[in-house]
């Protein structure tokens, strides 16, 4: 049975071997057999050389932890920022002072940078997700036969198109729309209906505050026309009280679409989209 004083000089002989790296096992090979308890008993105060721990994934949250808390964050924000529980920040910091109260200010200034970091980051996500399932809808369509894209420009020009009122007997086809992408159809549309580009005229529209030449050539660019098939474009008065929101180095007006001598087409045009509404 060991004594205080063999005890003691267990412990002190103990220590001094932890604190030269030596292991556990080591101490015991050096000191002699003893129990795992004694051994705890004589290595109290003493912590385990740094080679002997394993690396914990959490150790820099813990420091990153504990660094947010001492500048006042509260558990709930320290853990949305670290993307960790609520419980891991409060055993990580429970031993620090409480922060001081937040005034009313302060709080409403937290609030509002929380709700834009998470904006930012969800912006990021929404937008990402968006364009994966508009990519994976237009694989669905595919290439379109020479039917389809009848059938559908037929039905966007009797959405998008100008259409014979019951006051007048004139027939022709009039397309203005501000998307490029859609007059580029329009304009496929049109040749596979047996339309030459040389019974085209295209007129921009747009307001006089924009940049009418930049528009212009925009516009040649998107149709590949030359600039004679363009007539004068349609200025629109700019009124400096109304807060437009289509301003910008992006903002092209619209372009507007017209074919030569067009009647016949446009009979055609309303019996293809009288088809496909009365398929429904």
């Known amino acids: 049975m060991r004594t205080k004083e063999n005890l003691k000089v ?9 604190r030269q790296g030596k292991s556990r096992r080591e101490i015991k090979d050096i000191l002699g057999p003893m129990s795992n308890s004694t051994l705890d008993d004589a290595l109290q105060g003493a912590p385990p050389p740094d080679w002997t721990r394993r690396p914990n994934a959490k150790d820099d949250h813990r420091a990153r932890a504990r660094e947010l808390r001492a500048l006042g964050l509260a558990y709930h924000e320290i853990a949305a920022r670290l993307a960790v ?29 929380g709700v ?7 912006r990021e996500v929404r937008s990402t997700r ?10 669905e369509i595919g290439d379109l036969t020479s039917r389809e894209i009848l059938i559908a420009g037929a039905v966007a020009y009797w959405c998008e198109g100008a259409k014979r009122r019951s006051t007048q007997s004139a027939e022709r086809i009039v397309f203005v729309n501000s998307d490029a992408g859609l007059i580029r159809f329009f304009l496929r549309f049109l040749t596979s209906a047996g339309v030459q580009r040389s019974d ?15 528009a212009q050539r925009f516009w ?41 001598q067009s009647s016949a087409l446009y009979r055609r045009i309303e019996g293809w989209a009288s088809a496909v509404t009365a398929a429904v």
């Open 10 to 18: 267990l412990h002190e002989q103990a220590v001094a071997l932890r």
């Open 85 to 113: 529980s609520k419980s891991s920040v409060s055993l990580w910091v429970r031993d620090l002072p409480r922060p001081p109260r937040l005034s009313y200010e302060e709080n409403r200034r937290r609030s509002a940078e």
């Open 116 to 122: 834009r970091r998470y904006w930012t980051a969800e």
């Open 130 to 139: 968006r364009a994966s399932e508009v990519a994976a809808a237009a694989a």
């Open 200 to 214: 085209l005229a295209f007129c921009v529209a747009i307001h006089e505050s924009a940049d009418v030449e930049a």
């Open 220 to 260: 040649q660019e998107v149709t590949g026309a030359p600039a004679g098939q363009f007539t004068k474009p349609a200025l629109k008065r700019h009124n400096p009280k109304t807060n437009r929101k289509n301003v910008g180095h992006d903002y092209h007006g619209c372009l507007r679409v017209s074919v030569h």
